[in-house]
């Protein structure tokens, strides 16, 4: 089915204290279906972004001291906007991201909740009343850190944006976010439009888009401007590492949610017809390009089999090609970039003795589902994250080896197990390396009142519900004398 060609959005300018401004420079945003141009956006330079953290500095105080029942209605009016405006964001994820439309469904949708639970955050903002020798009147109470500096990944430009600062403007704080250069619209200038619409007051969140040239310098200045309190960062662990380096040397509060080499489980006596229908969209959705995606298979050797014959006839049917047709379900990787990369990782481990069980060709900006086995850690594609439509198959003989390949990787995001025994099931997960576990289901999973984040090499925090408080609030005690303490003395 054929959507219809779409008009590339209206660009407005960076929007900088509540007002759209320009930039001296612009950039080619591409349509990765077929690197035609789908938007010329701003190429906003270090000074700009320092006039967006001033904007956010100097909307603090005023937004921050609103009643929290304010901030929690100018969440839901955010909602509402965007679940009223919500086929322009489905219209700019296929054609400015690559993705499926019924991604841009279901993502379009998620957003909505994030706003709402975010609003429930106003609400529970709470701290502690804790016990006191002498008497006092003693409590750990929460307060908003300030500037909130947020970058945002292209994968899933709605919800992966909105996590980063939903909650933090709930909490008080003000944002500046920096989305990826492969998004800026439907990442970052996107959701200034809804904010505004909504109105949001001015400064209380800004949007700075930049080329991959400037990144450099409009990232560093986000980073370590001394207005700037914390950083919500979510993408690569490589650039992950950076940032939460930087965040560190200058003491800054950051929660960073990084990638994942994530593995499904698949026991003697799973149910293998639902166990192949969730690997099929655990490892293709949205082409992999996902951190929770089912990077590897790990089948009980009793099963193997079995369970390939039903996983190879699903994923066989999946088209891949341009997502103006609504029935391609595969879309292009992000840019060619990305596309190469994940074709080298095939031809690495094929020339080192994989067998392509499915798929393996690669066109422009496409690679099409690919299913991989006969792997082994000399391998580049059982260590790296693939981020595309290309998963391991790995058969064990006992849970201790189950264990040791899901374990054998610096990441620690995310696990499936497939099984009848759910006691066994919970004895498995105590024992995977990772920060979310999902019993009979596949590794992609979301909810917006949930603790989501990883281990080891893949985030640091927790995002989501009263977690994500932790990593856009401050603790502080405070106490009340009234009388009661005594002092030596001598003094």
């Known amino acids: 089915m054929l959507d219809k060609v779409s008009a590339s959005p209206a660009i407005r300018g960076l929007y900088i204290g509540g007002r759209w401004v320009p930039a001296q420079r612009s950039f080619d945003d591409l349509n990765p279906s077929d690197n035609t141009l789908y938007a010329r956006v701003p190429d906003g330079s270090r000074d700009d972004m320092t006039r967006a953290i001033e904007a956010a500095h100097a909307a603090f105080p005023e937004w921050s001291q609103r009643p929290f029942q304010e901030r929690a209605k100018a969440l839901l009016k955010v909602a509402d906007v965007w679940e009223r405006r919500k086929d322009e964001f489905i219209d700019a994820v296929v054609n400015e991201g690559g993705g499926w439309f019924g991604k841009g469904i279901f993502e379009a949708g998620f957003v909505a909740e994030i706003f709402r639970t975010s609003a429930s955050l106003c609400y529970q903002s709470i701290g502690e009343v804790l016990p006191s020798e002498h008497g006092k009147v003693s409590m750990a109470t929460r307060w908003p850190l300030g500037v909130v500096g947020v970058i945002s990944p292209w994968n899933m430009p709605g919800i992966l944006t909105s996590r980063g600062y939903a909650a933090a403007l709930a909490a008080g704080n003000t944002v500046v976010l920096k989305p990826s250069e492969d998004t800026p619209y439907s990442g970052g200038l996107y959701h200034a439009e809804i904010l505004e619409e909504a109105g949001i007051p001015a400064g209380v969140f800004n949007v700075v888009t930049c080329s991959r040239e400037s990144v450099g310098e409009v990232g560093d200045e986000l980073i370590e401007h001394p207005l700037v309190k914390g950083i919500s960062f979510t993408g690569s662990t490589a650039v992950g590492r950076h940032i939460a380096a930087k965040a560190g040397a200058h003491l800054k509060k950051c929660c960073v949610e990084l990638g994942g080499k994530d ?132 058969p064990f003989r006992n849970d201790d080896e189950a264990v040791a390949l899901n374990n054998d990787t610096e990441y620690g995001l995310t696990a499936a197990v497939w099984t009848a025994d759910e006691a066994r099931a919970l004895r498995l997960a105590g024992r995977l390396e990772t920060g979310m576990v999902h019993v009979n289901d596949q590794n992609i999973n979301d909810e917006p009142q949930v603790p989501f984040g990883g281990v080891k090499a893949s985030g640091v925090g927790r995002y989501g519900g009263r977690w994500s408080l932790d990593a856009f609030t401050e603790l502080r005690w405070i106490t009340l004398e009234r009388g009661g303490r005594h002092y030596p003395p001598v003094f």
């Open 263 to 394: 593995s499904m489980i698949v026991l003697e006596d799973a149910d293998l017809d639902q166990a192949a229908l969730a690997a099929n969209f655990g490892s293709f959705m949205h082409q992999g390009q996902v951190c929770m995606s089912t990077e590897k298979l790990l089948v009980h050797d009793s099963v193997y089999d079995d369970f390939m014959q039903k996983f190879l006839g699903r994923a066989a049917k999946l088209k891949t090609g341009h997502t103006r047709d609504r029935d391609n379900v595969i879309g292009p990787l992000v840019n060619t970039r990305q596309a190469h990369r994940v074709k080298a990782l095939i031809d690495d481990a094929v020339s080192k003795g994989a067998h392509v069980e499915l798929g393996g060709r690669s066109w422009d900006n496409f690679v099409e589902p690919t299913v991989l086995s006969n792997v082994n850690s000399s391998m580049d594609i059982w260590h790296d994250e693939t981020f595309g439509p290309v998963v391991v198959v790995c």
